[in-house]
C-alpha cells in the first residue's frame, strides 16, 4: 500500500522543458519533506532540490537555481518538479524522496525513495 511513484521523464532538446511528479499513497506527502535528486553514470547522487512541509520553504542547488521550480499539491498527493532550459548535464535518473522535518539536499537526510525517472538532454 505504501507507495512513492516519480514519474515524467524522457528525452528532450537542449532549452526544453520537462514536469517530473513524485505521487505517493498509503501515507501523505504533506507530512514529510520531500527532495528531488539525481545521479548520472559513474556520478555520485545529488541533490537537485526539497521542500519543507512545515513551513513550505523551497531549497535549490546553484546549478538549477532559476530553471527548476519545486511544488506541492497537497489534494493530490504529489510533489513535481518543473524542469526549464534544460541542459545536457542535466541528464540523469532523477529520484524523489521523504525526509524528516529539517532535511536539506543531502540524499543521507532521506529514507524512503522512488524507482527513479530517465531525464535525457540532448540534440
Known amino acids: 500500500q505504501v507507495q512513492l511513484v516519480d514519474s515524467g521523464g524522457g528525452l528532450v532538446q537542449p532549452g526544453g522543458s520537462l514536469r517530473l511528479s513524485c505521487a505517493a499513497s498509503?501515507?501523505?506527502?504533506?507530512?514529510?519533506?520531500i527532495g528531488w535528486f539525481r545521479q548520472a553514470p559513474g556520478k555520485e547522487r545529488e541533490g537537485v532540490s526539497c521542500?519543507?512541509?512545515?513551513?513550505?520553504?523551497?531549497y535549490y542547488a546553484d546549478s538549477v537555481k532559476g530553471r527548476f521550480t519545486i511544488s506541492r499539491d497537497n489534494a493530490k498527493n504529489t510533489v513535481y518538479l518543473q524542469m526549464n532550459s534544460l541542459k545536457p548535464e542535466d541528464t540523469a535518473v532523477y529520484y524523489c524522496?521523504?525526509?524528516?522535518?529539517?532535511?536539506?539536499?543531502?540524499?543521507?537526510?532521506?529514507?524512503?525513495w522512488g524507482q527513479g525517472t530517465q531525464v535525457t538532454v540532448s540534440s
Open positions: 521542500i519543507s512541509t512545515s513551513d513550505g520553504s523551497t
Open positions: 498509503g501515507f501523505n506527502l504533506e507530512d514529510f519533506a
Open positions: 524522496a521523504t525526509g524528516l522535518a529539517g532535511a536539506g539536499l543531502s540524499p543521507l537526510d532521506y529514507d524512503f
